[in-house]
Nanobody, 127 residues
Framework: QVQLVESGGGLVQAGDSLKLSCAAS????????LGWFRQAPGKEREFVAA????????DYAASVKGRFTISRNIAKNTVDLQMNSLKSEDTAVYYC????????????????????WGQGTQVTVSS
């Protein structure tokens, strides 16, 4: 079992920055992958960003590339999502997730590759 707890969501204005953090605990492994997904009202959950366990491989959705940065804090065992230049269309519930496989064997952008999910944190961007 892996437990994930997200934090850092809130209400911001367009153009602002926000940092989300996801703390992982339980049965973790250096061969896992970590991802961030989001779900806006009335829409399907979508991929945002992913990284491998040590944080030296990353992938981003086209809609956030250049604005968002995913990173690993090994000491705190967290995966963070720095979000800059936020837009109203970034408004969503953001979820972190863990996939029980390596970066080279899984498809990090695919939701079905992930086995554990956090409860989500709301991000609201007002225009």
């Amino acid at each position: 079992q892996v437990q994930l707890v997200e934090s850092g969501g809130g209400l911001v204005q367009a153009g602002d920055s926000l940092k989300l953090s996801c703390a992982a605990s339980g049965r973790t492994s250096s061969s896992y992958i970590l991802g961030w997904f989001r779900q806006a009202p009335g829409k399907e959950r979508e991929f945002v960003a992913a990284t491998n366990w040590i944080g030296d491989s990353t992938d981003y959705a086209a809609s956030v590339k250049g604005r968002f940065t995913i990173s690993r804090n090994i000491a705190k065992n967290t995966v963070d999502l720095q979000m800059n230049s936020l837009k109203s269309e970034d408004t969503a519930v953001y979820y972190c997730a863990v996939g029980l496989g390596s970066w080279t064997t899984l498809q990090p952008a695919e939701e079905y590759e992930y086995d554990y999910w956090g409860q989500g944190t709301q991000v609201t961007v007002s225009s």
